[in-house]
């Protein structure tokens, strides 16, 4: 692991700075301001090389076309072809429930899901007895706070409003003693260096866990590309979203392969049951599911 330490005026120079030297799939350990320069110390973890062994090697022509039809990059397709799928989809990707320590901070581009997936994570919460902090950090998109504050008047929790950084640390001062909190963040453009350390702030404001919401569906390389670039900023696990409508889950995968762990699953537009755990077999049962048969609201290929 090569460990840099990067400097600048703001922290979007440092972490532009962080970007140009070691590439998108540098890990951001630390930041502090010293005087007037912000540091950042980062690392760049080499990867392990792909290993096939000797034998009769598969190709991508030689996929199953339960897996060939899903568009993902061939290194990860071959992987998930050597063994059974369950098995090689725990060694090849991680899967971990949510972490919930922290406050949940959710990231993602527009339209990702992110403020559906917060009114779905804070019904959940509601309904076990533990009635959740509920926090959004998008004030520019239209209808953003009043189609979460619909949801939280249902749910009769409180939504705080809170687009700045000292404003949403003073939010959560709320939060009582092992309290869920759920904050929804702005759709960001993580190449925009302004919007990134926006994003940054607010992370480190709110001292909250960032979490990727990435819907299923995008391009392979434009979902990796993504989730290196939210990786960059601090994200270790991801919420894919859209698993009950799209049918080619190349890019779920290709994301998850940077380094995030797969946690939840949207499932349907409902907020009561539309997240469902992700575990390898849930996601093998997906993958494997015949082009065009009905999937249940569990994702699975009805009977």
Same mark, same amino acid.
């Given at each position: 692991?090569?460990?840099?330490?990067?400097?600048?005026?703001?922290?979007?120079?440092?972490?532009?700075?962080?970007?140009?030297?070691?590439?998108?799939?540098?890990?951001?350990?630390?930041?502090?301001?010293?005087?007037?320069?912000?540091?950042?110390?980062?690392?760049?973890?080499?990867?392990?090389?792909?290993?096939?062994?000797?034998?009769?090697?598969?190709?991508?022509?030689?996929?199953?076309?339960?897996?060939?039809?899903?568009?993902?990059?061939?290194?990860?397709?071959?992987?998930?072809?050597?063994?059974?799928?369950?098995?090689?989809?725990?060694?090849?990707?991680?899967?971990?429930?949510?972490?919930?320590?922290?406050?949940?901070?959710?990231?993602?581009?527009?339209?990702?899901?992110?403020?559906?997936?917060?009114?779905?994570?804070?019904?959940?919460?509601?309904?076990?007895?533990?009635?959740?902090?509920?926090?959004?950090?998008?004030? &520019?998109?239209?209808? =953003?706070?009043?189609? /979460? %504050?619909?949801?939280?008047?249902? !749910?009769? @929790?409180?939504?705080?409003? *809170? $687009?700045?950084?000292?404003?949403?640390?003073?939010?959560?001062?709320?939060?009582?003693?092992?309290?869920?909190?759920?904050?929804?963040?702005?759709?960001?453009?993580?190449?925009?260096?302004?919007?990134?350390?926006?994003?940054?702030?607010?992370?480190?404001?709110?001292?909250?866990?960032?979490?990727?919401?990435?819907?299923?569906?995008?391009?392979?390389?434009?979902?990796?590309?993504?989730?290196?670039?939210?990786?960059?900023?601090?994200?270790?696990?991801?919420?894919?979203?859209?698993?009950?409508?799209?049918?080619?889950?190349?890019?779920?995968?290709?994301?998850?392969?940077?380094?995030?762990?797969?946690?939840?699953?949207?499932?349907?537009?409902?907020?009561?049951?539309?997240?469902?755990?992700?575990? &390898?077999?849930?996601? =093998?049962?997906?993958? /494997? %599911?015949?082009?065009?048969?009905? !999937?249940? @609201?569990?994702?699975?290929? *009805? $009977?």
């Amino acid at each position: 692991m090569r460990v840099r330490v990067f400097q600048g005026r703001s922290a979007s120079q440092a972490l532009a700075a962080v970007r140009e030297a070691l590439g998108e799939e540098a890990v951001v350990l630390g930041t502090r301001r010293v005087g007037g320069i912000v540091e950042v110390t980062a690392a760049l973890e080499v990867e392990e090389p792909l290993l096939i062994p000797p034998g009769a090697p598969l190709t991508p022509a030689d996929l199953p076309p339960a897996l060939a039809r899903h568009n993902m990059p061939s290194p990860l397709a071959l992987r998930l072809a050597a063994a059974p799928l369950p098995e090689a989809l725990g060694e090849a990707l991680a899967f971990a429930p949510l972490p919930t320590e922290r406050p949940i901070l959710l990231v993602g581009p527009p339209g990702a899901g992110k403020t559906l997936t917060c009114a779905k994570l804070a019904a959940r919460a509601t309904m076990a007895g533990q009635p959740p902090l509920v926090v959004t950090a998008d004030g &520019a998109r239209a209808g =953003a706070v009043e189609q /979460l %504050a619909a949801f939280t008047r249902l !749910l009769r @929790l409180t939504l705080a409003v *809170a $687009a700045q950084p000292e404003v949403l640390a003073k939010s959560l001062r709320r939060r009582e003693p092992g309290q869920p909190a759920f904050l929804d963040g702005f759709g960001c453009d993580p190449f925009d260096a302004a919007q990134a350390a926006r994003l940054h702030r607010l992370i480190e404001a709110a001292e909250a866990t960032p979490v990727l919401v990435l819907p299923a569906g995008l391009d392979a390389e434009e979902a990796e590309e993504l989730a290196r670039a939210f990786h960059l900023l601090g994200a270790r696990h991801m919420i894919a979203t859209r698993l009950d409508v799209a049918r080619r889950l190349g890019g779920i995968l290709a994301a998850a392969s940077v380094g995030l762990a797969l946690t939840e699953a949207g499932i349907g537009p409902q907020v009561a049951r539309g997240l469902a755990p992700l575990s &390898a077999e849930w996601l =093998a049962q997906r993958l /494997l %599911a015949p082009a065009g048969a009905p !999937l249940d @609201l569990q994702g699975e290929c *009805a $009977a």
